[in-house]
């Protein structure tokens, strides 16, 4: 019994080694960063998914994204803090992203889209384009 509890924690530990590695084999540099995801931005996009943002998501998310929104001290759990640095990781089902070091634009969309345990869902209350616009804008606030 001792060895197969030794064996499956092995293989937890080199599991998430593994998914440490494939998340963190992204740019690195926030340039890259800016020039994969910001600079290549439609400017319309953008400008509409600043006024979704200021309209819906700030109220949690706060102005700038830091979970400092208005509405955020009412809540049992503090919203994410969208401009924080480090590993994240968004969860859907058996699906998993990992992401360094801030969220991607897959991510972003994925958690309006389906929420999470302190998020509720948005899928039914945008359209695709305007969870893109959302994401755009988010994106010019983590890259300026």
Do not use: W
């Amino acid at each position: 019994m001792v060895q197969a509890n030794q064996k499956a924690g092995y293989f937890f530990v080199v599991g998430i080694l593994i998914l440490m590695v494939v998340g963190c084999s992204g740019p690195m540099n926030i340039k890259e960063d800016k020039q994969k995801y910001a600079d290549k931005l439609d400017p319309a996009s953008v400008q509409r998914g600043e006024v979704l943002y200021q309209n819906q998501c700030q109220l949690c998310h706060g102005e700038s994204g830091q979970g400092d929104g208005p509405k955020a001290k009412e809540l049992s759990q503090k919203p994410v803090n969208l401009m924080e640095r480090g590993v994240h990781i968004t969860r859907y089902g058996m699906r998993a992203i990992i992401d360094f070091p801030h969220y991607s634009p897959e991510s972003l969309e994925l958690r309006m889209k389906h929420g999470n345990d302190s998020m509720p869902t948005f899928k039914d209350r945008f359209t695709e384009q305007e969870l893109k616009d959302i994401t755009n804008y988010i994106l010019t606030l983590l890259y300026p």
